[in-house]
């Protein structure tokens, strides 16, 4: 069972996204997330997926791919986890995927293909899940995680960036 994280199952830098996640089922907030987000983009035309709220910032088309990468390492660790890996498994610099996906060449459509069909992987995930899953720890970027968390962080990741959006893009 999904329960808001113990401050023991993730590493404190997490934080910040977990501690925003409202109280509620973590796979009913996921996919009401999923039409939110694509509903926000679906929105937007080709210029404005463009559009950066300052020099050196991310497009939006580039923080929507992030989130995407993002939900794909998480959903990656969260699987591993459950399945009993004790393998230690690397942490990743998010700037150092940004330019080689080149996501402001592709469609928002394309983008959104991409973030809805990893979101509908990452529900299939936790809904499939053992009960016993959630409990269950491995070691990421140096730091004890526990599935739990994980799922807790893909949401809070996402509705971090989509604060920003709301406060810096002007949306």
């Known amino acids: 069972m999904f329960t808001r994280p113990a401050s023991d199952e993730y590493i404190r830098y997490q934080n910040q ?3 925003i996640v409202p109280e509620g ?11 939110d987000t694509v509903n926000y983009f679906s ?53 150092d995927y940004i ?29 499939t899940l053992p009960i016993t899953a959630p409990a269950r720890r491995g070691i990421v970027n140096n730091h004890e995680m526990s599935v739990n968390a994980l799922a807790y962080v893909i949401a809070g990741h996402e509705l971090h960036h989509m604060n920003i959006i709301r406060e810096r893009y002007n949306a």
Do not use: C
């Open 43 to 95: 929105s937007l035309n080709e210029q404005q997926a463009l559009y950066r709220y300052a020099a050196g910032k991310w497009s939006l088309k580039e923080v929507l791919g992030h989130i995407a990468d993002t939900e794909a390492i998480m959903s990656y660790r969260l699987l591993r986890i459950a399945r009993g890996d004790r393998t230690a498994l690397p942490g990743f610099e998010q700037d």
């Open 99 to 127: 330019e080689p996906a080149s996501f402001d060449t592709l469609s928002n459509e394309e983008l959104l293909e991409r973030y809805t069909s990893i979101r509908r992987s990452s529900l299939s995930l936790l809904r």
């Open 25 to 35: 089922n973590i796979i009913e907030l996921l996919e009401r997330q999923q039409d």
């Open 17 to 19: 996204y977990i501690s």
